[in-house]
């Protein structure tokens, strides 16, 4: 199933999240996929989609700190990368999960509408791999994560 058939079907918002990760692989490829949403006020970022349930659960929380990750990400919406284990070590306390998982590069893209980050597309897999022209490539999920995320809101609030 395509992407917009699966926004289109039911069974929502998780279809969608699931075609979001056939996409997301397609496209620069994944070992761990996670989506993260923010809730300001709560000051936390909160799971609600991941390829590995049983390591990344979805509705995992992380608290939202202030460090260069969250000026990158949340404060210049561009995209965090760290392509080995050390790199990943010196802002995510999970790396050891991380790193046993086969995981020693990350790159997190931010999805923003109306001027603010809304969550996160968390893409991890193999030392060294996500090349500039990955870090290039994953701008065309923008689109369809800003749509998931949209998505999931309306499903939460119950619209």
């Known amino acids: 199933m395509d992407f917009m058939q699966a926004v289109a079907a039911k069974g929502q918002p998780e279809k969608t999240f699931e075609a979001l990760a056939d996409l997301v692989s397609e496209t620069v ?21 991941s390829n590995m349930p049983d390591a990344y659960p979805v509705s995992g929380e992380k608290t939202l700190n202030k460090d260069r990750w969250s000026d990158l990400v949340q404060g210049q919406h561009q995209t965090f990368v760290a392509n080995s ?27 923003t509408i109306d001027g603010q980050v809304i969550g996160t597309l968390n893409c991890l897999h193999d030392a060294g791999y996500y090349t500039p022209e990955r870090v290039e490539a994953a701008n065309a999920l923008k689109m369809p994560g800003a749509v998931a995320f949209l998505l999931n809101e309306t499903h939460t609030k119950g619209v």
Request: net charge negative.
């Open 29 to 49: 490829g994944v070992k761990l996929f996670t989506t993260m949403v923010i809730n300001r006020a709560r000051g936390v970022v909160v799971r609600n989609f």
């Open 85 to 111: 284990i050390e790199e990943i070590a010196s802002v995510f306390p999970d790396y050891e999960l991380i790193q046993s998982l086969g995981c020693e590069s990350c790159m997190n893209v931010p999805v």
